[in-house]
């Protein structure tokens, strides 16, 4: 925690922090004078002669140090918001910022679900930890310290009493601790749980309403639930011991005191009974203000073993290490230009998943040119995403080298190699705002020149069917793009990747909603409108790749075939075997 705060906060906050010790100081220096006043009145009253008049001024000064102390409250209260909101702050930012960096792998590791929760539950819990915590961690010492020195030495029966008092206490909040702590521990990993479960089934809507899995879900639901329930009951039947401890502790004291004292001041002689009585009343106010102090680290007692949890959660996605790391050769400032333009190779390239076993990619080397056509087909499950997925460095190579104008992308910035490449992924994602604004996304929101989002959608056969939307290419676009069919977020994904007007183009399967003609339309429209850009088309049909200028037969990660359709169709058994499975004999015959 100590290290969350430290690396987190601004000189700012950190002043802010500073404002709130001053006044807290000067809070429990005003609520230490008041039972000194309470004596005096004490005193005064039962003292004949006593002027109303020093009753009153006694009393007056009373209500200042209520009033002074009401008011630097909310003087903490309001520095210790502004710095707990600007912790917050900063903390969403660098988290944000720091899965922004996260390859592939570092998600995979973590869970979507679990990476949203550390950004918003997580660091919801140390925000509540730093407002509450300024005003009680710091003022709880302060004020038990400085009531245990007031009272220290007036009276060893009395201070007996409170030091029984707070031993049975403190071994009262130890005790909950020791039970409590692990419970809430185990919360946060349970909020992650719960919010896989809520998303999956959000997610999958369709699939689960199509199957009339509801049910099904609803019980996974439900088991996820009730196990957070029980975790969260169990952490919180043990913390409800606190307020009833506390309430008893703080009760016996009082009884205590006045037990003892009641003795005392029958021993006592008469002349000194009034002086003990007026002792008593003050001792009393002070030991009652020592177990006020433990009774406001008790709130965050409740609190921290979460916070803490959270901390550790926070800590854990910042020191993660990225394992994609930008290269420093070639960056978007760079003064150096690579000598070839547009080209890809593939040089004894090998790559397997982290944990992940085998390798899915085997020793495959091949180039492509500027402006070829490089189809990748192959069963499912054959490495042809993974393959593509190596270009655009969404994960690294294991072996061999992945070059991009002649370079290892690994000598490139991300920004720098991504600048080069529009990349359609394999499941069409749209985000929420507007036809036009999804086009030109790859402009990193920034407006596109007249007439490119215009001519992107013309080339993915996307003009006619945005046309009829209202609004045309302002027509609302709903969150995954819920408002427009499969084939049309497909198409305007692949919009998205031609209007940045690349020097290579990666299709990885977006074709596959498309129907034979808009996929034909499609390819001959990119054919005229990006000669001179280096294609990519992942596709499980033949008639979406038979034209390219070279084809990759990929099985179990290998490549069993290089070459063109009509090269393959005499060489490659695997291309061989899915032709006959797609193509009729006439077809076969004249290729």
């Known amino acids: 925690m100590w290290k969350i705060l430290k690396n987190n906060m601004s000189g700012t906050q950190k002043r802010y922090a500073a404002v709130c010790v001053i006044f807290i100081v000067f809070q429990v220096w005003l609520d230490l004078r008041l039972p000194g006043y309470m004596s005096a009145i004490t005193t005064l009253v039962e003292t004949e002669g006593s002027a109303v008049s020093d009753i009153v001024r006694h009393g007056i000064y009373m209500i200042i140090c209520a009033l002074g ?11 210790a918001a502004r710095v707990a909101s600007g912790v917050a702050k900063t903390l969403r930012e660098k988290v944000y910022d720091r899965i922004l960096d ?9 869970s ?3 990476l949203i929760n550390r950004n918003t539950n997580d660091i919801t819990q140390i925000q509540n930890l730093v407002a509450m915590g300024l005003q009680a961690i710091v003022k709880a010492p302060i004020l038990a310290v400085w009531a245990i020195l007031k009272i220290a030495g007036k009276n060893w029966q009395w201070t007996t009493a409170t030091g029984i008092a707070v031993i049975v206490l403190v071994i009262m909040l130890a005790f909950i601790l020791r039970y409590a702590m692990p419970r809430f521990q185990k919360m946060q990993d349970l909020t992650d749980k719960l919010n896989r479960v809520t998303r999956e089934q959000l997610t999958g809507i369709r699939v689960v309403r199509a199957y009339n899995a509801e049910d099904y879900q609803e019980k996974k639901f439900s088991d996820a639930n009730d196990e957070i329930t029980e975790n969260n009951l169990a952490a919180h039947r043990v913390m409800a011991l606190m307020g009833p401890g506390m309430t008893l502790i703080s009760s016996g004291l009082t009884l205590s005191v006045y037990w003892a004292g009641t003795f005392i001041i029958a021993a006592a002689g008469a002349g000194s009974r009034l002086s003990i009585f007026s002792d008593m009343v003050v001792f009393s106010n002070y030991a009652m203000m020592v177990i006020m102090a433990f009774m406001m680290l008790n709130m965050i007692l409740i609190i921290l073993p979460r916070a803490q949890v959270s901390a550790n959660r926070i800590l854990e996605v910042l020191e993660t290490k990225a394992r994609i790391k930008d290269g420093i050769r070639i960056t978007r400032n760079t003064s150096e230009k690579p000598v070839e333009k547009g080209t890809v190779e ?3 390239v090998s790559f397997r998943y982290p944990d992940g076993g085998d390798d899915v990619i085997k020793d495959i080397s091949f180039k492509a040119n500027q402006g070829e056509t490089i189809a990748i087909i192959g069963a499912t499950s054959s490495g042809k995403s993974t393959l593509i997925s190596l270009i655009p460095r969404l994960y690294d190579a294991t072996e061999g080298q992945v070059l991009v104008d002649g370079i290892d992308v690994k000598e490139y910035s991300q920004e720098a190699l991504r600048d080069r490449i529009g990349y359609a ?11 036009k604004s999804n086009i030109g996304y790859g402009n990193n929101g920034n407006e596109m020149q007249e007439g490119i989002v215009e001519e992107a959608a013309a080339v993915s056969q996307s003009t006619e069917f945005i046309m009829k939307k209202e609004g045309a290419f302002e027509a609302h676009v709903a969150q995954n793009g819920t408002n427009f069919s499969g084939g049309q977020r497909q198409r305007l994904s692949i919009a998205r990747a031609v209007a940045r007007k690349p020097e290579i183009l990666v299709f990885d399967d977006s074709f596959s909603a498309l129907d034979y003609k808009t996929d034909k339309a499609v390819r001959s429209a990119l054919k005229k409108e990006a000669e001179n850009t280096t294609l990519f088309i992942v596709a499980q049909r033949i008639g979406t790749i038979k034209d390219a200028d070279k084809i990759i037969v990929l099985e ?3 490549a069993v075939g290089i070459g063109t359709h009509s090269e393959l169709l005499k060489t490659c058994s695997v291309y061989q075997e ?3 499975s797609q193509l009729t004999r006439e077809e076969l015959e004249s290729a």
């Open 112 to 114: 979507t679900a679990s």
């Open 346 to 348: 593939f040089r004894n």
């Open 578 to 580: 899915i032709a006959r």
């Open 102 to 110: 996260f390859s592939m792998e570092e998600i995979n590791h973590f």
């Open 69 to 79: 102390s009401m008011g630097t409250s909310m003087i903490v209260g309001f520095f």
């Open 556 to 558: 179990h990660g290998r």
């Open 425 to 435: 992924a394999q499941q069409a994602i749209l985000f929420s705002g507007t036809v």
